[in-house]
């Protein structure tokens, strides 16, 4: 039950009540200094809580009767946000009747869109989620994707739509990777400043075909029909520039894990120099806000920012991150990247109720680790990624060989092609769990043609393998004390609870080896063989 502050440092500004709405406005210090009575607002996610009566009770004099209704996440330190002019127009992209069958926990559903006639390019200025009513817990996530091509897109304007990340998916739809709109749980849209909009129907068949990618998360199986998606508001007052949106952090992969019994275990996801130094303008991107994504076990997020080996102050984080609450957080103006930046997107988890490991994947009960950076002006990036590469995270882990598979075929299977992307060394001498690493010198620049073919590779491994994913199928050879264990099995008998233990594991997959993942938006890599 609360209890009268001695100390009211909340001062009433106005208040008015109707039929239907009780509104109340206030303001308060940022820090009152009363750490007993007062949580000091910060620039992170903060609730604000309520209770509701239905009679009006005096003032601290009675709490029965009261019931509390619910809490809301907000941004108090945020910019505000930017209001929907009264004109603009607005194209509604929604599933039509999608059957979520009941088969499966996990769904990823996209389908192909046109965008309405248009006789001149127009500019994307915001956006809004439309929810079915009583689906808002199925709905984790929904992804507005670019498609580049022009008539071959017009054929799936009639395709029902498929699985995501699948062998379905036509092969067309993997020029769809640029993500134009990143909704995720709680957000409530975003309009954009106007200093820029997102350019639609600009001839040719650019910006003119979308795909839409819905996350749904049914635990309970439930078998349901669902009209829910975006509405995209457009106008033909075009602003100052092209904006565009790309994805940063870590690829989803098994090889991003997390340890169980956690209370604090960190990731980190590269977008590197030669990336940016490559792909990004001279005068370098303004950045207009940033979407963390993670799933349940995410508790802080960071966007960091280095340039020429020095770290600048953060582009955006959240300490008290909230995975229920993923509004898009607005960036003050003067926030710019230029080429040979390097961009980390930190993620911070909490598994100390878990008693399993947690690997990279697209469940609820798995891990990711992106931000999506919304920015002006437009260049041809989709997507700036990385990930522990296959071999040295079977080292990392004292394995040497698996039975009826040499560590290349595994990568073949894991990857489909062996040293596809940039391969960045450690920056610092490595420390061993169980065994002598051999570190390569120098930057591998090989990143070869097949590179998105990793990327939906590791994406048909993960859509909804919990307990039973590829590494149960990876039976360990050599060394002789972990024969004939699977990889997953000798995974879940290491010494987790042991807090240095534990450390080691998170301190050499942040000083080791990454791949990074530099994609055009056609879906081929950025960097080639030089």
């Known amino acids: 039950i609360p209890v009268e502050d001695s100390v009211q440092n909340y001062k009433l500004l106005e208040s008015s009540q109707n039929e239907t709405h009780t509104t109340i406005k206030f303001s308060r210090t940022w820090n009152t200094c009363d750490r007993k009575h007062d949580v000091t607002i910060v620039n992170d996610t903060m609730r604000v809580m309520w209770t509701m009566s239905d009679d009006d009770p005096g003032i601290f004099s009675s709490w029965a009767g009261l019931v509390w209704h619910g809490n809301k996440g907000i941004h108090i330190g945020s910019p505000s946000r930017i209001p929907i002019g009264r004109n603009d127009k607005f194209w509604d992209v929604t599933a039509q009747d999608f059957l979520l069958n009941g088969d499966s926990h996990t769904v990823y559903w996209c ?41 071959k897109f017009e054929q799936y304007g009639s395709h029902e739509g498929s699985e995501c990340h699948s062998s379905s998916v036509p092969k067309d739809w993997e020029a769809c990777v640029t993500p134009i709109v990143a909704w995720s749980i709680g957000s409530q849209g975003e309009f954009y400043p106007e200093s820029f909009g997102l350019p639609m129907a600009e001839g040719e068949g650019k910006s003119t075909y979308f795909m839409l990618e819905i996350h749904y998360d049914n635990p309970t199986y439930s078998t349901v029909r669902d009209n829910s998606g975006l509405r995209i508001y457009y106008t033909d007052k075009l602003r100052p520039h092209d904006g565009g949106m790309f994805v940063t952090g870590i690829a989803v ?36 806000s940033v979407v963390f994504h993670s799933h349940g076990a995410g508790r802080q997020m960071r966007l960091r920012h280095i340039r020429e080996g020095k770290e600048l102050p953060v582009i955006a984080q959240d300490m008290q991150y909230d995975p229920t609450y993923q509004q898009s957080r607005r ?118 043609k097949h590179s998105g073919s990793i990327l939906k590779a590791m994406a048909e491994m993960n859509r909804d393998e919990e307990d039973e994913n590829v590494f149960s199928k990876l039976i360990i050879h050599k060394p002789d004390e972990f024969q004939n264990k699977s990889f997953m099995e000798h995974l879940r008998d290491l010494p987790w609870a042991e807090k240095i233990f534990t450390q080691s594991v998170e301190e050499i997959i942040h000083n080791g080896k990454y791949r990074t993942f530099c994609k055009l938006q056609n879906n081929s890599p950025a960097m080639v063989r030089i």
């Open 111 to 151: 389908k192909i869109y046109k965008v309405p006639p248009l006789e001149t390019k127009q500019h994307i200025i915001g956006y809004k989620p439309l929810i079915q009513r009583g689906h808002e817990t199925l709905l984790q996530r929904m992804v507005l994707y670019e498609c580049l091509g022009s008539s």
């Open 253 to 288: 992969a098994p090889t991003h894990i997390i340890p169980p019994l956690q209370r604090s275990f960190i990731s980190n996801g590269y977008c590197d120099n030669q990336c940016t130094n490559l792909m990004f303008p001279q005068s370098g991107i303004n950045v207009a």
């Open 331 to 448: 960036i003050s103006e003067g926030t710019i990247i230029m080429p040979g930046d390097d961009v980390i997107t930190e993620c911070q988890y909490n598994t100390s109720n878990r008693a399993k490991l947690t690997v990279g994947g697209y469940s609820t009960s798995q891990e990711t680790c992106t931000s999506y950076i919304l920015y002006y002006p437009r260049m041809g990036l989709a997507g700036c990624t990385s990930m522990t590469p296959v071999d040295f995270f079977f080292q990392t882990f004292g394995i040497k060989e698996f039975y009826n598979h040499k560590m290349d075929d595994i990568e073949e299977s894991l990857l489909k092609h062996t040293n596809e992307a940039s391969q960045k060394p450690s920056s610092k001498p490595m420390q061993k769990l169980f065994f002598r690493f051999s570190e390569k010198e120098g930057f591998n620049m090989d990143l070869n």
